[in-house]
C-alpha cells in the first residue's frame, strides 16, 4: 500500500465512523486535494485489495474489516495526552474515592466507547466453606467466603452424589489456596480452581450505551455478541492479556 493508498484509506475510515454511511469518491478527493480520476482510481486499488467495498453500484464505499483492522493498528501505539491534561487526571484520580472506577468512566469520556477493566483483588478472601451440588448437566458450586460474600459457578462436569461430599470433605475451609485434589477429583478440583479465580476477579464496566451510537447497532446480532462480551467481564478467554494490546475487528484477532 503506497502513503497516498494509507491517506485515502484512513480519511474514508474517519469519514464512515463519523457519518455512518458509504463515502463518495469526490469527499475523498477534496479532503486530499486529489483530482477526482485519482481518487476514483486509488479507491478501486484499494477495493482490489480488499479494504473497501461499495453497498450498490451507485453508492460511495465503505471500509471492511481488513480496513479497520488497518486504521486501528496505524493509531498504535496511542499519542500521549497533553501534559496539562495528564495533571488534572492525576489530581482527580488522587481524589477520587474508587480509583478504578473513576478509571473506566475517563476512559469511556476520552474515548467515546464501552470501557471494561478486570483486576485481581490485592488480598484474596478465604474461602470459608464449598457447597456442590448436581444439576441435571454438570455441578453447582457455591463458594462461602469470610466477610459473608457468596460465589456461584455452574461446572461442565457431572459426579455421583458421593464422590462431591467425598469433595466437600476436602475442601473444608478456611483456605485461601485450593488444596490437592484427592484421587480421582482432579478435573474436578480443576475446574473449581478456574471458577474460584475467576470469580474473585474485580470487574469495572461503564459507557455500553456509547455502543449504541455506532451503525453496527442496528444488527441485533452485533448487540447480542457485544452484550455477551461485555457481561462476561471474568472470563479471562476474552480479554487482553497483561502488558498486550489485541486489536479486533470481527473475526480477525491479533
Not at 460511495?60 to 474489516?65: K, L, S
Not at 475467576?198 to 447497532?217: D, I, M, N, Q, T
Amino acid at each position: 500500500m503506497t502513503a497516498r493508498q494509507r491517506a485515502i484509506l484512513h480519511l474514508l475510515v474517519e469519514e464512515y465512523i463519523r457519518t455512518k454511511a458509504p463515502v463518495p469518491s469526490a469527499r475523498l478527493a477534496e479532503g486530499l486535494g486529489l483530482s477526482p480520476a485519482l481518487a476514483r482510481y486509488e479507491l478501486i486499488a484499494l477495493e482490489e485489495m480488499g479494504y473497501l467495498s461499495k453497498p450498490h453500484a451507485s453508492a460511495g464505499r465503505v471500509p471492511t474489516r481488513q480496513a479497520f483492522r488497518q486504521y486501528s493498528l496505524s493509531l498504535l501505539p496511542p499519542k500521549p495526552l497533553p501534559e496539562a491534561t495528564q495533571e488534572r487526571l492525576q489530581r482527580a484520580l488522587e481524589g477520587a474515592r474508587e480509583p478504578e472506577a473513576f478509571l473506566v468512566k475517563m476512559a469511556v469520556g476520552l474515548s467515546g466507547y464501552p470501557a471494561l477493566l478486570r483486576l485481581r483483588p490485592r488480598n484474596s478472601p478465604k474461602v470459608l466453606q464449598v457447597h456442590l451440588s448436581p444439576l441435571p448437566e454438570g455441578t453447582l458450586a457455591v463458594f462461602v467466603l469470610e466477610g459473608g460474600r457468596v460465589k456461584e459457578a455452574r461446572l461442565p462436569l457431572s459426579l455421583p452424589t458421593e464422590r462431591l461430599r467425598k469433595a466437600e470433605e476436602a475442601l473444608s475451609g478456611p483456605f485461601a489456596v485450593l488444596p490437592p485434589a484427592p484421587r480421582g477429583l482432579e478435573e474436578l478440583f480443576a475446574h473449581l480452581s478456574r471458577a474460584l479465580s475467576a470469580g474473585l476477579s474485580l470487574v469495572y464496566r461503564e459507557g455500553l450505551a456509547e455502543a449504541l451510537k455506532e451503525p453496527e447497532a442496528k444488527d441485533p446480532g452485533f448487540l447480542e455478541r457485544l452484550v455477551t462480551l461485555y457481561e462476561a467481564g471474568g472470563d479471562e478467554a476474552v480479554l487482553t492479556p497483561p502488558g498486550r494490546v489485541d486489536v479486533r475487528v470481527g473475526e480477525w484477532e491479533g
